[in-house]
T-cell receptor, first 116, second 110 residues
Framework: DTAVSQTPKYLVTQMGNDKSIKCEQN?????MYWYKQDSKKFLKIMFS???????INETVPNRFSPKSPDKAHLNLHINSLELGDSAVYFC???????????????FGDGTRLSIL | GENVEQHPSTLSVQEGDSAVIKCTYS??????FPWYKQELGKRPQLIID?????GEKKDQRIAVTLNKTAKHFSLHITETQPEDSAVYFC?????????FGTGTRLKVLA
C-alpha cells in the first residue's frame, strides 16, 4: 500500500535510447511532481501537474515529456538519452498546488537511471 | 528569484551532541517550511514542518524555529544518535512549487 510508487526502480540503458518512468499515487492528492537528484544530491524540480494540467516546466530539455493521464498518475518519457541524464528521478505528490495547501510532499522511492 | 540557502553543507557531531542546520529564504510570501531527511539510497521523508503563523515547533528530539522577519528557519536535533546520519533538506513554498535547499550531510560519530 505504498503511497507514491514509481517504476522501474533501476534503469540502465545506452545513450540515445528512449525510456519511460511511471508514477502513481494513492493519496488522493491533486498535484504531482518530477524531481531530478544528481550526484551532488541537489533536488531540482522538473515538472509539476495539478489535476492533469501542466503547471511547471522548469527549463527542462524537450527530450523530456511528462504525461498525466489522470491526477493519480504522472509518467515521464525521455528521448535520446544522454550521459548527463544519469541521476535519480523522484516522483512526488501533494494536496494543493505547490504548497498552497500548506501540506508536505510525499516522495516515491526514486528511479536510478544510468546511461552507458 | 525564489531561492533557499542552506548551511552548512556538511556537519559532523559526536553522538549525544546537538546539531543545527540553518536555512534562509528569499520569497516573503513563503508560508510553509518542511524539513526532509534522506538516508542513503532512500527517498526524502518529511520529519517536521512549520507554518508561518508559528515561531517554533518541537517533536521529541527535533525542533524547528522560524523567524519570518529575517526569513530564517532552522532545524535543531538534540541528543543525536548514529541513525540521525543522513542528508537533510529544508524547503519553502514558492510560486506553485516547493523550493529546496541544497542539503546538509549530517554525520553522527559514535
Amino acid at each position: 500500500d505504498t503511497a507514491v510508487s514509481q517504476t522501474p526502480k533501476y534503469l540502465v540503458t545506452q545513450m540515445g535510447n528512449d525510456k519511460s518512468i511511471k508514477c502513481e499515487q494513492n493519496l488522493g492528492h491533486d498535484t504531482m511532481y518530477w524531481y531530478k537528484q544528481d550526484s551532488k544530491k541537489f533536488l531540482k524540480i522538473m515538472f509539476s501537474y495539478n489535476n492533469k494540467e501542466l503547471i511547471i516546466n522548469e527549463t527542462v530539455p524537450n527530450r523530456f515529456s511528462p504525461k498525466s493521464p489522470d491526477k493519480a498518475h504522472l509518467n515521464l518519457h525521455i528521448n535520446s538519452l544522454e550521459l548527463g541524464d544519469s541521476a535519480v528521478y523522484f516522483c512526488a505528490s501533494s494536496q494543493g498546488l505547490g504548497g498552497a495547501g500548506n501540506q508536505p510532499q510525499h516522495f516515491g522511492d526514486g528511479t536510478r537511471l544510468s546511461i552507458l | 528569484g525564489e531561492n533557499v540557502e542552506q548551511h552548512p553543507s556538511t556537519l559532523s557531531v559526536q553522538e549525544g551532541d546537538s546539531a543545527v542546520i540553518k536555512c534562509t529564504y528569499s520569497d516573503s510570501a513563503s508560508n510553509y517550511f518542511p524539513w526532509y531527511k534522506q538516508e542513503l539510497g532512500k527517498r526524502p521523508q518529511l520529519i517536521i514542518d512549520i507554518r508561518s503563523n508559528v515561531g517554533e515547533k518541537k517533536d521529541q528530539r527535533i525542533a524547528v524555529t522560524l523567524n519570518k522577519t529575517a526569513k530564517h528557519f532552522s532545524l535543531h536535533i538534540t541528543e543525536t544518535q548514529p541513525e540521525d546520519s543522513a542528508v537533510y533538506f529544508c524547503a519553502a513554498t514558492g510560486t506553485y512549487k516547493y523550493i529546496f535547499g541544497t542539503g546538509t550531510r549530517l554525520k553522527v560519530l559514535a
